[in-house]
């Protein structure tokens, strides 16, 4: 496993199908291509994560979204890019960008616009947006460090992109784009 700081390298593991894991704003996450079934099984695996729950997708930048501006009505679109006061993650509707192994059962995708530099600068070397999902097998509590990720999930990753831990409180809070629903506070 590969523990390194340049986000060039960990975009490059990333491409040829490996599993990172990266700092968010809050939590340690898991990463990989989202159009890559194996690696997004690997993820699942690995947390013991059935796969009808659904992953989130992170971006970096407003442009790694243009596939959804696509779908989205201007103003959803807008609402998808804004800058929020705390993370969010959007539940879009979407089926036909997003394959089915991240969307879970659901007829979605929760999307966030991460305003966190090492996710932004990962997401940029990677050129796209990423699963993202807390680094923790199921029932245990997200991972704070890179030292608990290791403690979870010892060499069974591909990399570890070793960044500072963003300073939010708490994950994402995830909510529906169009009703502002909430699904997770």
Not at 134 to 155: H, I, Q, T
């Amino acid at each position: 496993m590969l523990i390194t700081s340049d986000a060039t390298q960990v975009a490059e593991i990333l491409r040829n199908g490996g599993v990172v894991a990266y700092p968010t704003e809050a939590v340690w996450g898991l990463g990989c291509d989202p159009f890559n079934q194996q690696a997004v099984q690997r993820i699942l695996t690995l947390k013991s994560r059935p796969v009808e729950k659904g992953l989130i997708l992170i971006a970096g930048a407003a442009q790694h979204l243009d596939p959804w501006q696509e779908i989205l009505e201007h103003a959803m679109f807008t609402r998808l890019i804004e800058v929020t006061d705390r993370p969010t993650s959007w539940v879009v509707a979407d089926t036909l960008i997003t394959p089915d192994w991240v969307r879970g059962q659901h007829p979605g995708v929760a999307i966030r616009l991460s305003q966190h530099e090492p996710v932004q600068n990962l997401c940029s070397a990677y050129q796209g947006v990423l699963v993202s999902t807390s680094a923790n097998p199921a029932g245990l509590d997200p991972a704070r460090s890179k030292e608990e990720v290791m403690n979870y999930f010892g060499d069974t990753l591909d990399a570890i992109f070793d960044a500072p831990l963003g300073n939010a409180a708490q994950p994402s809070q995830v909510l529906d784009l169009i009703t502002g629903k909430q699904f997770r506070a």
